[in-house]
């Protein structure tokens, strides 16, 4: 389907970045097919402008941190026909979010007498916190191929149902680690699944689209494109139970031991994000939405 208008111009995209790191817009770059199906007239990264015009398409990305991001953000989607949460900080929160923890947010709030920076608000939200949201653009950052795909609407995209389709490592039934292994320990196999090498990784959960890069060059997938569609509307805890059955079956690893390894500070700002599509933010997040 063609993104231009009946008239023949080129629709019109605007980027508003909130609190993030631009990895999503250097992404978006990165790529070069929207260039002639869309008119980029507002992104902060590369184009001087002070305010989103009115756009056929907003891609947002970062999450609600400050004041100033919730006063653009509702600014901003009022000027927009479809509105396109990016990445997981937009969805989830991501990075900004892990300040949420009381002890830092008191050290932060307690500087009132502070200027010339936006206030902080009291948690870092998804943006659908606080306005509507028509699509889902998951991870972190999403690949250029998923811009485009959602961008230009296309057709042609096939996703796989989850990350392990598109690994191509194989899975061994005779090869049953004992324990896990480091993040940066180990030798690593390059066509044996990584599971079979007692690493953490969850692609068995997590949704397929992003071709699989991180399995394939031999580092664990850490679930940052979120629920598979399997998962996407039940509760955090029929995810964590999810993996806990691929590693009991692949592995002889305690559960005790995987279920720590869960939680730990490497996985926190990834698969946090799994709840939030069961109910617990403000609106659901049904899986037609999501790419």
């Not at 002639?36 to 056929?56: C, F, G, K, R």
């Not at 939200?125 to 811009?147: H, K, N, Q, W």
């Not at 979120?226 to 039940?234: C, M, Q």
């Amino acid at each position: 389907m063609s993104s231009r208008e009946g008239n023949g111009k080129l629709k019109r995209f605007a980027v508003l970045q909130l609190s993030g790191c631009a990895g999503c817009e250097v992404s978006l770059l990165n790529a070069n097919e929207w260039l002639e199906e869309y008119q980029l007239v507002y992104m902060p990264l590369v184009i001087s402008a002070y305010i989103v015009p009115h756009v056929d398409v907003l891609l947002v990305s970062g999450g609600v941190r400050t004041d100033e991001d919730l006063y653009n953000l509702r600014r901003a989607t009022r000027q927009a026909d479809q509105v396109i949460a990016v990445g997981t900080c937009a969805i989830s929160g991501g990075v900004a979010s892990l300040g949420n923890r009381d002890d830092v947010r008191e050290l932060f709030l307690a500087g009132g007498d502070r200027r010339h920076i936006p206030r902080l608000l009291p948690r870092c939200a998804p943006i659908d916190s606080a306005v509507m949201v028509d699509r889902y653009l998951p991870g972190c950052p999403p690949t250029p191929e998923l811009f485009m795909a959602i961008l230009l609407d296309s057709t042609d995209f096939r996703a796989s149902r989850i990350v392990c389709q598109e690994c191509g490592r194989r899975k061994l039934r005779d090869v049953r680690p004992a324990h896990l292994t480091g993040f940066q320990h180990g030798h690593v196999e390059p066509d044996i699944c990584l599971i079979n090498q007692g690493y953490l990784c969850i692609g068995s959960s997590t949704r397929g689209g992003c071709r699989a890069p991180c399995p394939r060059a031999g580092h664990p997938c850490v679930g940052c494109r979120g629920p598979s569609d399997a998962l996407i509307e039940r509760e955090a805890q029929d995810w964590m139970d999810s993996i806990q059955r691929v590693f009991a079956g692949m592995t002889d690893i305690p559960p005790d031991e995987v279920a720590e390894a869960l939680r730990s500070p490497q996985l926190a700002l990834f698969l946090f994000q799994f709840s939030d599509y069961a109910g617990s933010s403000a609106r659901p997040r049904p899986k037609e939405k999501v790419l």
